[in-house]
């Protein structure tokens, strides 16, 4: 079965650059989530969109914004990287018509900024 | 607002043995909670959820978890261990459809031979 595609897969930037990871969900899924998870600890929600649509919000900082596109796909754009940015950058995304609340994880984004 | 407990950021059993992590949430409504396992470098893959269906769910390769509403758990389990469970695994609660998921710290289980 198709699954979350993310790319790059692995990404090295400067500090003070810009970067853009992008997520493809599963095909019909509308919900997309972004997750960092720095070395050793949980994922940490980031931000939500449903149809297009924010849904929900969590500790972005606001050097990053996020969207999601018409055909559902989502970038996260991160400006100024700072070494603490370095970390595993996860998308995920769910079906509302599901109803079943559950996400699916793509393999993540390893963003190493030096 | 919710949050969930993983006691034991480590357990240790060797192969054959039964597997038991456990996860207790805080949540003022119905939650929906789930269970994921991580391999290093990967991503994490769903091993079961509980939805307000059945209490007792299981799960892909042999795990199942129960949902008890008085203790507040959702501890995870499985009756013997293989070589290939050693990996991380996170508990996960959701309050609402389309907002985030918010993770106890995770449990790093090794399995010996």
């Known amino acids: 079965a198709a699954g979350v595609i993310q790319s790059p897969r692995h990404l090295i930037k400067e500090k003070r650059e810009t970067a853009t990871l992008k997520c493809y969900p599963i095909?019909?899924?509308?919900?997309v989530y972004w997750y960092q998870q720095g070395p050793g600890q949980d994922p940490q929600f980031l931000i939500s969109?449903?149809?297009?649509?924010?849904?929900d919000k969590g500790s972005i900082p606001d050097r990053f914004s996020a969207q999601q596109f018409s055909d559902y796909h989502s970038e996260l754009n991160m400006s100024s990287l700072e070494l603490g940015d370095s970390a595993l950058y996860f998308c995920a995304s769910s079906l509302y018509k599901a109803f079943t609340y559950e996400q699916y994880f793509g393999p993540g984004t390893r963003l190493t900024v030096t | 607002a919710q949050s969930v407990t993983q006691l034991g950021s480590h357990v240790s059993v060797s192969e054959g043995a039964l597997v038991l992590l456990r996860c207790n949430y805080s949540?003022?409504?119905?939650?929906?909670l789930f269970w994921y396992v991580q391999y290093p470098n990967q991503g994490l893959q769903l091993l079961l959820k509980y939805t307000s269906a059945a209490t007792l769910v299981k799960g892909i390769n042999g795990f199942e978890a129960e949902f008890k509403k008085s203790e507040t758990s959702f501890h995870l389990t499985k009756p013997s261990a293989h070589m290939s469970d050693a990996a991380e695994y996170f508990c996960?609660?959701?309050?609402?459809?389309?907002?985030?998921?918010?993770f106890g710290a995770g449990t790093i289980l090794r399995v010996k031979s």
């Open positions: 095909p019909r899924h509308d919900t």
């Open positions: 969109f449903y149809e297009k649509m924010q849904s």
């Open positions: 949540s003022s409504v119905p939650p929906y």
């Open positions: 996960a609660v959701t309050l609402e459809y389309g907002n985030k998921l918010v």
